[in-house]
């Protein structure tokens, strides 16, 4: 009787999960996406406003400036808890998290582009600088790949379906988040 081997890299099915088990494999997923989303819709707002050169409706320059700078700053914020508090870990049993790895280093790619957005914004604010539509989505684009990206991979990373692989529940309920 020939027995076929199975690869070694080739990974066993995982049982199928209750929904109660789901949902908490998924908690850390859904929270992060609910973070993401406000950054993609503040993003998609300030992109837009770039490609059809006009400012939302009823926001000031003075308004459409600050949305930018709040946008770097709560990012830069988002970052900094993820790698001081959470990363650290799920690094322990994930490697993704782990510093030497992608996601950091989106991180530290998005935030050379956050710098560089930060800068234009506030000299546009404090009068040094004229806002130009056409500027600001090239500083845009030099980094919105990277941060889409990286917003889809943390996310992706965190879904129950990953998540289950290297935690337990009662493990993926103690992560603070």
Known sequence: MDVEKVPESAEAPLPKLSAHDF????????HMDFFHNNFR?????MYTACTSNKRPAGLSIRQF????????????VHHGIEEQHIFPVLAKKMPAFRKELELLTQHKQIHKG??????YLEQCKSGDRE???????EIMDGFGQVLWQHLDDEVNQLRADNM???WTVDEVRRIPM
């Open 114 to 119: 956050l710098d560089k957005l930060e800068t």
């Open 164 to 166: 289950r692989k290297y």
């Open 131 to 137: 806002l130009r539509m056409e500027e600001l989505k």
């Open 23 to 30: 949902r908490q494999y998924n908690r850390l997923a859904e």
């Open 65 to 76: 400036l600050a949305l930018g700078l709040d946008f770097c700053h709560h990012l830069e």
């Open 41 to 45: 819709r503040t993003w998609n707002t």
